[in-house]
């Protein structure tokens, strides 16, 4: 046992920050910086900068622009992206429907999809949930019925995230609703122009604007857009939904937040000394600051197992917790971070409203504390709630 | 000991819960929401006409005689259907240093316009650099003459931007952070050198920032002394804290009741989610943490005409920290249970989550509480019970 970073490795981080520091525009860190909303352009700008430089899909085989990394160097690419903090690229398209295609998808489809992906020339989106179809998600009623070389798709999606930019939808959608429901679905690829697409917006607690409601009526899907089989959809679905395991715990989000939470706790007074020098505070802080080292020593022995194994093999037991462990600290570090702008987590400002400072003594990066809070109680229900994760565990993991 | 409510209260309280039934239905509560007000002039109406604002003053002053009892019922029902109306700050915070500050002229002056409805307070104290400290006033009240002259900024002031008369803290005397020389201003919000700026907060009521640039307010608008007004302000903020409480149960309650009814309705595999342990487990979490609220709020309401201000201040903290940390833990298990529809504007539960959280910003989290409460010797250290 060695736990170390060996000097290859260091140097590679080091490489990899030095990158960010010179390419990332100064004005998309700065919302970084506070989880303000950054917007479609802001994606699009900074996933050019990454894939010119062959680094927007380093996880992908390297025939489709990956790089070629093990999971230790992807890791240390991926947690100093998101410490820096940069943003990371649309995981709808290179983390999730990439890996599909590459996987399961025809050489067409690799060659039409895979490299706008890499650039961002299509925004994807993911249309699994169903307004009856959350956690039970193999019972989804969208219906695709075969006409010729169409499919012909009627239904409803929800909760899709950042669909307003998409392109593209990937859907899950029933072909043979007399099968055993897990048998009869689909994985479609949807273009999102296509008529009879409707996309409403749904405004979340914090007044943020992710998600909406994708209606289809009688949509004309040709049939060179289906991945894989009829009917094997949902395993494509589990696939991707196992793919995830490096990325879920985002380790590099609340190690920028930690840091974040210590300097604004410089900055803010309490009891007429700085907030951080109050004993209780130092102590909550350094609590969640354990719960993450002891995700990150988890996330690590994660990933050196899966390099030493390959990508076959049943997953490291450990892996199991990195979702509910990573949204709980998610979850804690804005919490505290709302607390260290006591009673001026209050205001609420819309964006872009540039009024907030005048005349304001509230400082300006309040304003990004309690919606933070707000929207990270999501992190706990999407993917997966923590619930059904326990019960995946429960059985799967202990033989309950 | 009598948990009972009396006949009156009884009625009150029905009273008061079918205008609101009937006035705040969630969509209505949207659109007073989403006004420029941010609240309902109407609703403020049926309130005084129904003898809300007069509620907690003395007969002899053009009030009700009501005390903490009612204000807790009051509040608590208001809570639940989470009003919008500037009550709080004009009735328990503005009213309150009239009550336990104003002397005789003051109240005669003021307390017939709340009751009546035409007159919108707001208590103006909280500065950039003071978080929940409230002995922090930087605000200076200079002597001039027959007059004072106040300058400053004050923060986040609840319903500060509809209000018609502030109630300031300014020094007379002393630093930044002494007990002493904080003096008790009645400013019109409308006075030369006075500017505001409304927003909205999180939760949806309104708040301002407040500039107080040379503003010169008569003597006779001091509340009690002058040159030592943190008593005051401690007294009215305890019984702001009691009130906020009981707020906290109404706002508690209505989510744990809407979430119970969901668990009934919403099916995942077959079954109601109400179904699943790990689920049920959690709604008696919060069924637990809301009795205890109750518990501590009624304990908060009893101690709120406490005349020993050590004492009564212990209790506060107690009340604050167990309602920050049950509402903390009812609101996050609302949305889980609720799944997406926690998260979106579209639904109640997320209004509940946000105005709790909020609770517990105002006037001292819980954190804030516990250590103030740890600092004076805790709830037990000196006596047998
Ligand atoms: C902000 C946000 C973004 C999202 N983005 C997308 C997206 O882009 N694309 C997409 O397809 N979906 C997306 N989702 C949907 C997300 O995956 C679902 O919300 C999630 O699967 C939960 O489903 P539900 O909301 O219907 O809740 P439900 O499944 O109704 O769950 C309600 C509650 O019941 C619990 N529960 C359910 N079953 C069990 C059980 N067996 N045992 C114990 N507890 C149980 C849940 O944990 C939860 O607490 C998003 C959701 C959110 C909040």
Known sequence: MDLRYTDEEIAFREEVRAFFRDKLPADIREKMVDAEHVGKDDFVRWTRVLNEKGWAVPHWPVEHGGTGWGPMKQYIYLEELQKFPAPQPLAFGVNMVGPVIYTFGNDDQKDRFLPRIANLDDWWCQGFSEPGSGSDLASLKTRAVREADHYIVNGQKTWTTLAQYADWIFCLVRTDPAAKKQQGISFLLIDMTSPGIEVRPIVTIDGGREINEVFLTDVRVPVENLVGEENKGWDYAKFLLGNERTNIARIGVSKQRVARIRELAAKEMSSGRPLIEDERFREKLASIEIDLKALEMTQLRVIAADAKRGDTGRPDPASSILKIKGSEIQQATTHLLMEVMGPYAAPYLPEGDDRWNEPSNVPDYARFAAPSYFNNRKVSIYGGSNEIQKNIIAKAVLGL | ?385
């Open chain 2, 1 to 385: 000991m009598d948990f009972d409510l009396s006949e009156e209260q009884s009625i009150l309280k029905d009273a008061l819960d079918r205008l609101l039934a009937d006035k705040y239905g969630f969509e209505e509560r949207n659109r007073i929401l989403k006004s420029d007000a941010g609240w309902s002039a109407a609703i403020w109406r049926h309130y005084a006409e129904m003898g809300l604002m007069a509620l907690p003053f003395a007969e002899e002053d053009g009030g009700i005689g009501g005390g903490a009892v009612e204000s807790m019922i009051v509040m608590e029902s208001l809570g639940r259907v989470l009003a919008l109306e500037p009550y709080f700050a004009t009735v328990i915070l503005g009213g309150g240093f009239l009550r336990l500050g104003g002397s005789t002229e003051q109240r005669a002056e003021w307390v017939p316009q709340i009751a009546e409805g035409a007159l919108k307070l707001a208590f103006a104290h909280t500065e950039r650099d003071a978080r929940f400290d409230l002995n922090h006033v930087e605000t200076t009240a200079r002597k001039d003459g027959g007059s004072y002259v106040l300058s400053g900024a004050k923060s986040v002031v609840l319903h500060g931007d509809c209000a018609d008369r502030l109630v300031v803290t300014a020094r007379t005397a002393g630093g930044p952070r002494e007990e002493g020389g904080v003096g008790v201003f009645l400013v019109d919000a409308n006075a030369d050198g006075v500017s505001r700026r409304g927003y909205a907060t999180q939760d949806g009521l309104r708040a301002a920032e407040i500039t107080l640039d040379a503003v010169e307010v008569p003597a006779e608008t001091v509340f009690g002394d002058p040159e030592n007004g943190l008593p005051l302000v401690r007294h009215v903020v305890d019984q702001a804290i009691a009130a906020l409480c009981a707020e906290a149960v109404g706002v508690m309650s209505a989510m744990h009741a809407l979430t119970v009814d969901y668990m009934k309705v919403r099916k995942q595999f077959g079954v109601p989610i109400g179904s699943f342990q790990a689920l049920q487990h959690k709604a008696v979490d919060m069924f637990v943490a809301l009795e205890q609220a109750r518990s501590m709020t009624m304990f908060a309401t009893m101690m709120a005409d406490e005349t020993d201000a050590a004492e009564r201040a212990r209790a506060m903290h107690a009340a604050k920290a167990e309602i920050g940390r049950g509402g903390r833990l009812t609101g996050e298990n609302a949305v889980q249970i609720h799944g997406g529809v926690g998260m979106t504007m579209e639904y109640a539960v997320g209004h509940y989550f946000k105005r709790m959280t909020m609770i517990d910003v105002a006037f001292g989290n819980s954190d804030h509480h516990l250590r103030q409460l740890a600092r004076a010797g805790g709830l037990f250290a000196d006596t047998a019970a």
